[in-house]
């Protein structure tokens, strides 16, 4: 085959370039298809000769002719790719000096042939070879390209070095496009996806904002949020995302953006979900959708952008997803979350009758007062912060409180539903609001029972939060002790023995005045007593009583307040006496022992009337214990009493 190239190579300079010769030529050179550089080299030189023999006023056919086989052999399957575009390189260098252009439809052979050997290439996985030839046609000054044509070899340029090219140099080579490809948006999109792998670059806003001006339709808009999540460019997603929902001329997505809205939360979950630690970017980025859910429908209230059942699902969700984070140190973010979600079911609220939400509602603010009232104890500035979260937990109390009643019948009084979010005054539940048209929800025994838990739990923090706030000395301390007492009445149908406990813990462990915990200790033992609530079991109310009562007792003379004391002594003796309330023997005797010894004290500053009542007292107390002693510490301060006496009688 060596001997019939040379042999050829002799026709070459016997024959030259005229037409009878080239015809001749031509046929000989055909029969080198199987020898692809041989066939090359042979057009080549004949390509090469025509350039130099034809006219500059005319268009050769056969010049042309020849370039098209050329193209043929370099974009063949048999010859190798590297070879083949540097062959066409110095080719397309030859012809950049032939003053006649080639003519449109040799230049779109050549094309064809060309993107046939790229897509060829792209389907072999030869990707760099595919971006070779996409940037060489690009630059190539010999094929005419349409705006068009010029796009989609920049496409598929795009396409093929995503990984390789550079932000940058793909700027450069898109700068150099007709102002017509600029604005093609699968071009746009590209690169923006293109500069989403640069952490440095800023063109991403801008490829995205020319995305916006160019295309009225959603599938590359929805592309780009898919890429921004893909890429963890979580910023890009949520911008765009609210470019789109927030303007009111862009109706691409009006019609259904609660979907739009719940795939992103859905996708910002999922990656907080496998996450080892908070990260808080997602978690800002689930607020900030959360946030535009509720901006969206408020703005667009009259057109129900979001329907009941994605209200209800915002609701829900913002739940769920406070309570997954409930155990990091991101408080803030997670009391945003309830918050959002008690705006979401306020929202839905508004256009549903009274539901199943309420109950949600009534979950978000036990949660809310739990949260507040666990960030206050831990936090180490109580003039301020404290003060701020004792505040939120109380305010979140109240507004439990305005609607358990009604919801689940936990009490006597039944007010009506507190629909929308309560805005109680700091120091008082609020007045729920009415509904006429609600109607109460029934409950079966478990969830009767779950509630009323979950209603002593609010009642016992909502104490605590009380005792926190304000100062004793003014009005508002005031306003706070009537509070407490209201409280405590309002428990009284459902009052057990955990939240009596709970309640004298948190009276005794507070740093209000003793005179106040005194009263309210001696306002809760009359609640204890008048309770029509059925979890007091007298068993138990008798062991307890004896323990409330001596606490009240002991604190009353702590305080030099007299009057309960006694009143204390006077309950023992009708509890034992009238109501055969067994009464442990070492109470009744420590009791009885210390009303003596402060008949003892008013004795020795000659306050006779004081020193005969409270000792009367302490025997009468002594004698209620005659079956344990024999009435032995009976007879024994009687016997002192009558010492008492007689120095009393010379006294006077």
């Known amino acids: 085959m060596e001997l019939y190239f040379q042999a050829l190579q002799c026709v070459f300079d016997v024959m030259g370039t005229s037409e009878n010769g080239l015809d001749i030529i031509l046929y000989y050179i055909s029969k080198l298809q199987d020898f692809p550089e041989m066939h090359f080299q042979a057009l080549k030189r004949l390509l090469r000769a025509k350039i130099a023999d034809s006219s500059p006023d005319c268009q050769d056919q056969i010049l042309e002719h020849v370039l098209v086989r050329l193209v ?6 048999h010859f190798p790719s590297q070879a083949s575009l540097q062959h066409f390189r110095e080719l397309a260098e030859h012809l950049k000096h032939h003053k006649q252009a080639v003519s449109e439809d040799a230049q779109q052979g050549c094309l064809m042939m060309t993107w046939r050997y790229i897509n060829r290439a792209i389907s072999d996985q030869d990707v760099l070879s595919a971006q070779q030839w996409c940037l060489f046609m690009l630059e190539q000054p010999v094929i005419s390209l349409s705006s068009n044509n010029k796009a989609k070899l920049f496409r598929k340029l795009l396409l093929c070095a995503s ?9 450069t080579i898109f700068n150099r496009l007709p102002e017509e490809c600029k604005t093609c948006p699968p071009t746009l999109y590209l690169m923006y996806k293109l500069a989403l792998r640069d952490s440095v ?35 890009h997603a949520r911008q765009c995302i609210q470019q789109i929902l927030l303007n009111e001329k862009d109706n691409r997505f009006n019609k259904k953006p609660g979907r739009l809205l719940q795939s992103m939360i859905l996708y910002f979950v999922t990656e907080l979900d496998v996450c080892d630690h908070m990260d808080e970017q997602i978690a800002d980025a689930i607020i900030s959708v959360f946030e535009l859910a509720l901006k969206i429908n408020l703005n667009q209230m009259q057109a129900d952008t979001l ?7 915002l609701a829900k969700k913002s739940y769920n997803t406070a309570l997954r984070m409930s155990d990091s140190t991101q408080t803030e973010r997670v009391l945003n979350l309830i918050e959002l979600s008690i705006k ?17 509602y009534l979950l978000c603010e036990f949660f809310k007062t739990a949260k507040h009232i666990s960030i206050a104890r831990q936090t180490s500035n109580p003039t301020c912060m404290q003060t701020i979260h004792y505040s939120a937990a109380h305010e979140s109390s109240c507004a439990f409180q ?48 779950t509630w009323l838990t979950k209603y002593r739990i609010v ?44 309640y004298l813990d948190t009276l005794l462990r507070a740093e209000s005045p003793l005179t106040y915990i005194v009263q309210t200790i001696r306002h809760l033992i009359r609640t204890i007593h008048t309770s029509p609530s059925p979890y007091l079991d007298h068993p138990t109310l008798n062991t307890n009583l004896p323990r409330y009562l001596r606490v009240l007792y002991q604190l009353s003379l702590e305080t030099k307040d007299p009057s309960t004391a006694e009143s204390v002594l006077d309950q023992v003796v009708v509890l034992i006496r009238d109501w055969k309330t067994k009464y442990p023997a070492e109470e009744l005797r420590w009791m009885a ?60």
């Open 72 to 77: 043929s052999v370099l974009t063949g399957s």
């Open 163 to 171: 990984d390789e090219l550079s932000i940058a140099a793909a700027d």
């Open 201 to 235: 670059s800023t063109s991403g806003s801008v490829y995205l904002q020319s995305l916006f001006k160019s295309t009225k339709e959603s599938i590359y808009i929805i592309a780009c949020i898919a890429e921004a999540f893909r890429h963890g460019k979580i910023n």
């Open 307 to 313: 329907s009941i059942s994605e209200l209800k699902w």
């Open 344 to 360: 979401f079911t306020t929202l839905h609220g508004q256009q549903t009758p009274l539901s199943n939400l309420n109950n949600h």
């Open 402 to 449: 305005a609607n358990i009643n009604y919801l689940h019948h936990l009490s006597s009084s039944n007010p009506s539903p507190a629909r929308n979010n309560p805005s109680p005054t700091p120091n008082a539940c609020p007045e729920p609001n009415p509904n006429p048209t609600a109607t109460p929800s029934s409950t079966n025994s478990a969830s009767q029972s």
């Open 459 to 502: 009642l016992a923090l909502d104490l605590e939060a009380s005792l926190h706030l304000t100062n004793d000395n003014n009005s508002a301390g005031n306003d706070k002790w009537a509070h407490i007492t209201q409280l405590i009445e309002l428990s009284s149908p459902i009052l057990d023995h955990t939240l009596i406990s709970i």
């Open 593 to 652: 022992s210390v009303a003596f010894n402060r008949a003892v004290d008013f004795y020795l500053v000659a306050e006779e009337g004081a020193c005969r009542r409270w000792a009367g007292k302490a025997i009468a107390v002594a004698e209620l214990m005659a079956g344990e002693d024999g009435g032995a510490l009976g007879r024994s301060l009687r016997g002192r009493f009558g010492k008492l006496s007689v120095g009393l009688g010379e006294e006077g």
